[in-house]
């Protein structure tokens, strides 16, 4: 009789056992991941030698996965921001989206549409953020170009002070960008090109971030567009030292040709990205032509008249918007 009731506890306790190894191993792979080397890399120097061809080793995952997006003077959302906060919602499945903006609260009903959203209760979250108006000492322009300087600087502000990926307001994520939370930091950079500052993965810590920042130092353009955010660091840092990042060359943002993809196409290209920066505010320079008397360009689309673009980013935004797809 000892010997039945040593055998069925025996098989208890490795029938215990059996059901603890198949619970552990469906926990979320990223956070158990993303968990375990937590801890390292924390000093920018810490990242001396590290391999951004590869990644970590073990192909671990150091970039936090949390979605950054910044919005200086905008309480309403535009139907493209919801669509690409939508997109980034339900193709990363970040554990935070932070909207950093200087103003109290949001309104409209994009934004209602955004908060109505399956999922994204406990997710999104309101950070506020002073706009900067200043880098080492240098004004930055008060006409012109300002609120698009001051997001470049506030974006490397918000990696070094969290972590994750940060996104334009009309960037959108197309698929999970986890393969390149185990980089330091990874961007596109096109070849004979210079980076691309729409889509960013990186960690706190990562070396290029600070590098770029001090690029600014006593060489502020005040009227350039692009130059500080992307020429300048790409002629000085990237160019002499690439392995700081992680070089995505195609499908990451941008490419020649992509606005062409989006707006005249109905190819089915744009599944073939990681991310797509869809020059919402370029419409004008970068497509030249319309597709039918109804279909015209450039335009500010909204959930009615994208009905009338049979287009690769009509597609998009069917994928993540909610919307009456019938004429």
Request: hydrophobic residues 40%; contains cysteine; proline residues 4%.
């Amino acid at each position: 009789m000892k010997r039945l009731c040593y055998l069925c506890l025996f098989w208890m306790a490795l029938s215990s056992i059996a059901v603890y190894t198949v619970l552990v191993s469906r926990v979320d792979i990223s956070r158990r991941l993303f968990t375990a080397d937590s801890v390292l890399y924390e000093h920018p120097s810490e990242f001396q030698g590290f391999d951004n061809v590869s990644g970590t080793p073990d192909g671990c995952y150091i970039v936090p996965n949390i979605v950054h997006f910044i919005r200086f003077g905008l309480q309403e959302f535009s139907f493209v921001d919801a669509v690409c906060v939508l997109a980034a919602l339900k193709n990363q499945k970040p554990d935070k989206i932070f909207v950093h903006t200087d103003v109290p609260n949001f309104y409209g009903r994009y934004w209602k549409v955004i908060l109505s959203t399956p999922g994204v209760v406990g997710v999104i979250e309101l950070k506020y953020m002073r706009v900067p108006d200043q880098i080492y000492g240098q004004t930055l322009n008060n006409m012109g170009w300002r609120k698009y300087h001051a997001s470049d600087i506030a974006r490397l502000q918000i990696l070094m002070k969290y972590g994750g990926i940060y996104l334009d307001n009309d960037s959108y994520i197309v698929q999970s960008l986890d393969n390149f939370r185990k980089y330091e930091m990874a961007i596109g950079w096109l070849p004979r090109g210079n980076l691309s500052n729409q889509v960013i993965v990186a960690h706190k810590n990562a070396r290029f971030l600070r590098e770029w920042l001090l690029t600014y130092k006593d060489h502020y353009d005040r009227t350039g567009w692009y130059y500080n955010a992307g020429i300048r660091p790409t002629q000085v840092v990237l160019s002499k030292r690439p392995e700081l990042v992680h070089r995505v060359s195609r499908r990451f943002a941008e490419y020649y040709g992509v606005a062409e993809m989006l707006y005249l196409s109905k190819s089915g290209a744009w599944l073939d990205h990681y991310a797509i920066h869809l020059y919402i505010n370029h419409m004008k320079a970068l497509v030249r032509r319309n597709l039918s008397s109804e279909a015209t360009y450039p335009v500010v689309f909204d959930e009615h008249n994208i009905r009338l673009y049979p287009v690769n980013f009509r597609d998009m935004v069917y994928d993540v918007y909610p919307i009456n797809r019938t004429l």
